[in-house]
């Protein structure tokens, strides 16, 4: 059935206009997944070549988004409020600390050391400390995950302030330019692209500690669904629960790419997309 309609959409992409075409792009991976669910029904349902409950068919997986939805969509919610609230005030403080120090010496003087003191230490790291200081479960994972994207956004960016030509400093004050005016529109300008990629590293960080942290103190989210899955040995609700995580985590780093792609459309012919 896959590969009829991936070969009715390649002989039709010209008919079909901007779809067709994305649809040809795209029809050998069509076909892969064809084939790889063809092997996994195979595997599981028909031969039993991988036991069960710890591999179920896919048919198991996908009766779990009808039939436990609800509780689904509940993680799904708390998990991105989670991880929303600590990778804004993560990035945001990472992005000062960052300009702050690439821009003055003295702050960097007092700072530096700090980061490369507290930097290494993974996240996780700070879980008995950070649910033994804060008032609740949720505040300590907010903290938790803001400490692993503000790291990297902070070295990114100020290795972007930090590495900003001279020459554009000159210009800009040989026109009369401010400090404020090189700062905010000069230096952070032509630090975006390492901005940016700071910005793509706290993401995956920040994902690997909602994870944990939702395991461990959060009685919401789906590290908390998976806790509770692999506890009832639900394997095909553990399965659902990635598969969506890993859909989550797909659709921010799209759009990610897509607001550093409209912020830095200036710098694509330097910036490699």
Known sequence: MVAAVTLLTTFSADYLGG???ALRNRAPWILA????????????AKFAWLPLPFFPPPQAIIEVYTDDLPKLLDSVLASVKLQLGGYVIGAALGFVTGVSIGWSRGIGYWVHPVLRFIGPLPATAWLPIAFFTFPSS??????????ATGFPVTVLTWSGVASVSNAYYDVART?????????????IPAALPHVFVGLFMGLGSSFAVLVVAEMI??????????????GWAAYANMYAALIVMSLLCSGAITLLFTIRDRLLVWQKGVVKW
């Not at 997944?33 to 599981?44: C, I, V, Y």
């Not at 949720?138 to 803001?146: E, G, M, N, V, Y």
């Not at 330019?177 to 905010?184: E, T």
């Open 19 to 21: 779809i067709g075409h």
């Open 33 to 44: 997944l064809g084939m790889f669910f063809t092997l996994w029904e195979l595997a599981t």
């Open 138 to 147: 949720w505040s300590a994972s907010t903290f938790l995950i803001a400490l």
């Open 175 to 187: 026109l009369g330019a401010k400090p404020s005016f090189l700062v905010l529109k000069v230096a």
């Open 217 to 230: 103190g959060v009685k919401a989210g789906l590290g908390w669904y998976l806790q509770w899955a692999q």
